[in-house]
């Protein structure tokens, strides 16, 4: 009999894939193993391709999330890959199924949520395909963006020595899936409504992965989807190199921080292993580091340098004196945790 799919995990099934398609097409420049794919079509930009599935009940409850939000989320999360690149988003292609008892406010939610978020970031919603899926709502949305050639930032490219560094707050959406789970009875209404924001409307930083890629600051970046420690550990798989993480170092809000203490939690496990923050986290030769910094100040940013790249494998956390590996290292949608 053959095994379930939970014994692979979820990188496991990707990689299935990756093994599958070695025949590459000569327009291929990156394939499976990035933010975005990356394609020579000719001329002195490269195409960049991503896509994004949520589904109801794994990715989010419908009593959690307005369909506003879902609409802004989902188109969100797939700019965040873009500006993963460095690149800037063109155009979306939205592939819906959806229950047919569904009211039609909410679907008109749906589309503003998504068409105001592609607005915000000048991309256009070009195309798309519609299914009836009685089993609850599915959006599938696939965006196009563009970087020139020679200023794509791969998760690859990390080079023993490079600080880490990412602008927080980190941890504030699964501060807000906390609340939504039922905690932080007692949390004052303002924290309340900032951790919310942040895990129903995160905003993709575009302006300023462009700007990273365009000034060549950045030897690798990624964007913070499943994890701190999970990406970084992406960018140490595919650099070949490990990290050190430096936890106490972590830019925490203070509203994570109040409903942690609150809830006799720590913060930083939010920011380690919560996910779906989506900051950049880019790696930048030391000598560049200062211009880093000074380039998300002017965009009203402010860098925290997390840890470096170094020899090893894998993501090693400082935390109160004490290095470990953490063996909790993000969400697996396949794993033993199962679907959130
Ligand atoms: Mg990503």
Redesign the pocket.
């Known amino acids: 009999m053959s095994p379930p799919l939970s014994s692979l995990g979820e990188f496991g099934l990707v990689a299935l894939f990756e093994r599958a398609a070695q025949a590459r097409h000569p327009a291929t420049r990156v394939g499976i193993g990035d933010?975005c794919a990356v394609l020579d079509l000719g001329g002195l930009e490269r195409v960049l391709l991503t896509t994004d599935l949520l589904l109801e009940r794994v990715h989010f409850e419908a009593a959690w999330l307005s369909a506003e939000d879902l609409g802004h989320k989902s188109m969100a999360v797939n700019l965040?890959?873009v500006a993963?690149m460095g690149g800037e988003a063109v155009a979306a292609l939205l592939a819906l199924g959806l229950p047919p008892g569904l009211e039609v406010a909410w679907v008109e939610g749906l589309r503003d949520g998504l068409v105001g978020c592609a607005r915000a970031y000048g991309l256009e919603l070009v195309g798309g395909d519609t299914v009836s899926a009685p089993g609850g709502a599915v959006v599938c949305l696939t965006v196009l963006g563009r970087a020139p050639a020679d200023e794509v930032v791969l998760r690859s490219g990390g080079q023993p020595g490079d600080r880490v560094l990412a602008t927080g707050p980190l941890g504030d959406s699964a501060a807000g899936l906390h609340l939504l789970r039922g905690g932080g009875a007692g949390l004052a209404p303002e924290d309340r409504a900032a951790l919310l924001l942040a895990h129903r409307r995160p905003e993709p930083q575009l302006a300023l992965g462009r700007e990273l890629a365009r000034r060549r600051l950045a030897h690798a970046m990624?964007?913070v989807?499943d994890g701190l420690v999970q990406?970084l550990g992406h960018i140490c798989e595919r650099s070949g190199l490990g990290a050190e993480l430096d936890a106490d170092g972590l830019p925490l809000s203070a509203a994570a921080r109040r409903l942690a203490a609150l809830e006799g939690l720590d913060a930083r496990d939010w920011a380690l292993s919560g996910g779906e923050d989506y900051r950049l986290l880019f790696c930048v030769p030391g000598g560049l580091a200062a211009e880093a910094e000074r380039v998300c100040r002017g965009l009203g940013l402010e860098a925290a340098e997390l840890g470096r790249l170094g020899a090893g494998r894998g993501v090693r956390v400082r935390r109160d004196g004490q290095v470990s590996a953490p063996a909790d290292q993000g969400f697996d949608h396949f794993g033993p945790r199962g679907a959130r």
């Open positions: 933010d965040s890959d993963a990624i964007d989807s990406d």
